[in-house]
């Protein structure tokens, strides 16, 4: 193609017809830029192309994370109830005619529900954080779903606070039960351990840790920190993540 313009270029200086050669020259100085734009135009395409085959499949990704994500949060909050109801029923036995009425196995049980309990959550991030690493944010095109994954953290960052907060009454109360208790005697009690000497907590009981105001202090604060989980910071983190598996499966559905 190339020599064929270059033959009829040289003809047209031959014949003397530079006026006709200009024109001629114009023309296919045009088609070489319709060319290129043409050539551009396809090459944008091809990329938009692979580029939404991309954001699909962080789409796909992000969903099967954020389904995670909220199955191991509800999962959180249903433990995160029962801790609450054993803390209540801890705390009643503070009350000397409650506690009178119970043997020390039962008040061991109890004990053993509130310490044994405890668990925190632990979000997948693997997906998140490689779109936004890697920069690849840009590529959801969807700007209420890019605002939602990019401030995701900040969302995280009140669990985590929260949950620090309650992780430090939680140990508080463990060592309090390890000065004033005995864990030997617990774990016997509820079937965990065989004694097979004696040991000096064979004479203690749980009088003591009851009536110890630091412990009853402890769990007061530890129920408050997880009933505002519960109301509060736990169903307000539900709905982040159910907004964004909305819109994400908006998007997988264009």
């Known amino acids: 193609m190339i020599k064929l313009f270059r033959q009829i270029r040289q003809n047209l200086l031959m014949e003397n017809k530079t006026g006709k050669y200009f024109k001629y020259a114009i023309g296919e100085i045009i088609l070489v830029v319709i060319g290129i734009l043409i050539a551009l135009q396809i090459n944008n395409t091809n990329n938009l192309k692979q580029e939404r085959k991309i954001e699909q499949e962080y789409l796909q990704s992000l969903q099967a994370e954020f389904e995670l ?42 004990l053993n529900d509130v310490m044994d309990n405890y668990d925190i959550y632990m979000p997948s991030l693997g997906v998140l954080t490689d779109l936004i690493s890697s920069g690849n944010l840009n590529l959801i095109q969807n700007k209420k779903l890019r605002h939602q994954l990019a401030s995701f953290e900040i969302s995280l960052d009140r669990i985590d606070d929260q949950e620090k907060t309650a992780e430090k009454e939680f140990h508080a109360i463990r060592d309090l039960f390890n000065e004033k208790s005995s864990l030997q005697k617990l774990f016997t009690q509820i079937g965990w351990y065989e004694k097979k000497q004696n040991s000096i907590s064979d004479t203690m009981n749980y009088e003591s840790l009851l009536k110890s105001v630091q412990f009853e202090n402890s769990l007061l604060s530890f129920h408050a920190m997880n009933r505002t989980s519960n109301n509060r910071i736990f169903p307000d983190f539900k709905t982040t993540i159910e907004n964004i598996l909305l819109e994400i499966e908006k998007d997988l559905e264009k």
């Open 69 to 110: 994500n909220l199955e191991n949060l509800e999962t959180l909050i249903a433990l995160n109830k029962e801790m609450t109801e054993d803390v209540e029923k801890l705390l009643t036995l503070f009350d000397k005619s409650i506690l009178d009425t119970i043997n020390d196995t039962l008040t061991a049980v109890i």
